[in-house]
């Protein structure tokens, strides 16, 4: 049987995600617990859906693989380290690749400054709709195809954090990070929203930009037409918990260090 699974992690003490033989990644300890039931990753057509980079957090990634027996979430659970947490499972069909996705969506949290915000949100708009994407891709895509569509954009304040959130076919490497600093730059008034559509014709405007932070993005959803994953009761509460300690924690710090800037 082939068996998908969504995996939340937190991502700041991961090389990310894809397998790497020395280092720490999500790949590499989903590995070790899967070994540890029997089932051998790489003899079993494993595979993942979005690659994310060293400090990318995820909610919703999605992994499938052959197995004999079923692996619900919780006997996972119990072979993975605190920042990796299995909270969904569906049996799939034998051709399912969970690469080939209707649609992705990234959220994307950077503190609050004297943005523009009205300014911001024009510029999200541009996004809509199929572009190169060249500009905000790393090594502007190499010999890749960097044509994507983009189906829905959002940007809203909560409280001191700006939020932006962005669901696409697709994204290239490092795509959204990228898009990220151009709304800052176009925020901060240091660019208008004309340089911004520039970024969006490489062929006529070739320009690099540096990607924002890797902390503040987080994988939220990636959607297909015929799977329906069924929740773990168990590891979703435990996943909540594990969100409540961290958000206490950082919270803690986050009020704690702000107590000394003026």
């Known amino acids: 049987m082939r068996l ?16 790497q033989p020395d280092v720490r990644t999500i790949e590499g300890e989903l590995f070790k617990a899967f070994k540890k039931l029997g089932v051998d990753p790489k003899k079993s057509r494993y595979r993942c859906a ?18 004999k027996e079923v692996i619900p979430p919780r006997m996972l659970n119990a072979n993975l380290p605190e920042d990796i947490t299995v909270w969904a499972w569906a049996k799939v069909k034998s051709t399912f690749d969970p690469r080939k996705a209707k649609s992705r969506r990234y959220m994307y949290v950077l503190p609050t400054k004297n943005y523009d915000i009205s300014a911001m949100r024009k510029a999200t708009k541009l996004l809509l709709g199929t572009h190169d994407f060249c500009n905000f891709t790393r090594g502007f895509g ?7 569509t983009i189906y829905n954009v959002e940007l809203r304040i909560d409280r001191d954090f700006v939020i932006f959130e962005i669901e696409g076919n697709a994204f290239t490497w490092n795509m959204v990070r990228c898009i990220v600093t151009a709304l800052e730059e176009v ?8 340089w911004f559509e520039k970024m969006l014709d490489p062929e006529k405007h070739r320009e690099r930009i540096e990607p924002a932070p890797p902390h503040g993005l987080i994988l939220k959803d990636i959607k297909y037409d015929d799977v329906e994953f069924e ?10 918990n594990k969100f409540s300690k961290k958000a206490s924690y ?3 710090i986050y009020k704690l260090l702000s107590s000394f800037i003026e």
Do not use: M, P
């Open 4 to 19: 998908a699974f969504k995996i939340a992690y937190f991502g700041l003490n991961f090389h990310g995600s894809q397998y």
């Open 50 to 67: 979005s690659r994310t980079d060293t400090g990318v957090h995820a909610f919703s990634q999605v992994i499938a693989l052959n197995s």
């Open 142 to 148: 190499g010999e890749e195809s960097c044509v994507r």
């Open 187 to 194: 925020g901060s008034r240091h660019r208008d929203i004309e």
């Open 231 to 240: 929740t773990d009761e168990y590891a979703w509460k435990t996943l909540q």
């Open 250 to 252: 950082y919270g803690t």
